[in-house]
């Protein structure tokens, strides 16, 4: 089973960028997917992005409301996702977790998945 650490959380003006990684420990991080997902103050937590990793390459999934501004890629040399956020708006604030399940479909939903990181917090400003 793999741990999960995020950092690159922090306080940006909207319109500003920020890059979130996620290091997992262990030697079959290739083999799960991995997800990002959000959980603003009294809301529930949401998914913002995944992807999967097989033998024809890496395939993404993304929520409606950060297409085209957000960008989930991974190293599995490096045992480390990365999720890329342009463009933000005060609503992208939250704390963010990185997740991983093994599967060979990407997922999309938190019961999905089994390995959670600790999260690290997103502000936006406006």
């Known amino acids: 089973q793999v741990q999960l650490v995020e950092s690159g959380g922090g306080l940006v003006q909207a319109g500003g960028s920020l890059r979130l990684s996620c290091v997992a420990s262990?030697?079959?991080?290739?083999?799960?997917?991995m997800g990002w997902f959000r959980q603003a103050p009294g809301k529930e937590r949401e998914f913002v992005a995944a992807i999967g990793w097989n033998w024809s390459g890496s395939r993404t999934s993304y929520t409606d409301s950060v297409k085209g501004r957000f960008t989930i890629s991974r190293d599995n040399a490096k045992n480390t996702g990365y999720l890329q956020m342009n463009s933000l708006k005060p609503e992208d604030t939250g704390v963010y977790y990185c997740a991983a399940v093994r599967s060979i479909v990407v997922v999309t939903t938190t019961r999905g998945y089994d390995v959670w990181g600790q999260g690290t917090q997103v502000t936006v400003s406006s």
């Open positions: 262990g030697r079959t991080f290739s083999s799960y997917v």
